[in-house]
């Protein structure tokens, strides 16, 4: 049975770090690009960061570069962002999602979700 466990979301000041894991099982998660979507109320899906499991390649959304890192544990079939400078707009329910093959968009091409963790960004 495929698997994607997202977690480490939370409630957190602004400026404050949180790092969510995306903890994956019954697929080869070498083959599969993971990627981290947010959602937040009233607002469209949008992408946050991904990874190429692979070659560690790695992306990241003009909002969040310099602040979130993308990291994969491929022994823990794992993959965590790190999420540093967190501002109220950062707000949202987190998703990963993986892709066979490479990271891509949009979000409506993954073959894979988690359940999503909710991250909040108090001002």
């Known amino acids: 049975e495929v698997q994607l466990q997202a977690s480490g979301g939370g409630l957190v000041q602004a400026g404050g770090s949180l790092r969510l894991s995306c903890a994956a099982s019954?697929?080869?998660?070498?083959?599969?690009?993971i990627g981290w979507f947010r959602q937040a109320p009233g607002k469209e899906r949008e992408a946050v960061s991904g990874i190429n499991v692979s070659d560690g390649t790695t992306y990241y959304a003009d909002s969040v570069k310099g602040r979130f890192t993308i990291s994969s544990d491929n022994a823990k079939s794992t993959v965590y962002l790190q999420m540093n400078a967190l501002k109220p707009e950062d707000t949202a329910v987190y998703y990963c999602?993986?892709?066979?093959?490479?990271?891509?968009?949009?979000?409506?091409?993954?073959?894979?979700w988690g359940q999503g963790t909710q991250v909040t960004v108090s001002s």
């Open positions: 999602a993986a892709l066979k093959g490479e990271y891509g968009q949009p979000w409506t091409i993954y073959d894979y």
């Open positions: 019954g697929f080869t998660f070498d083959d599969y690009g």
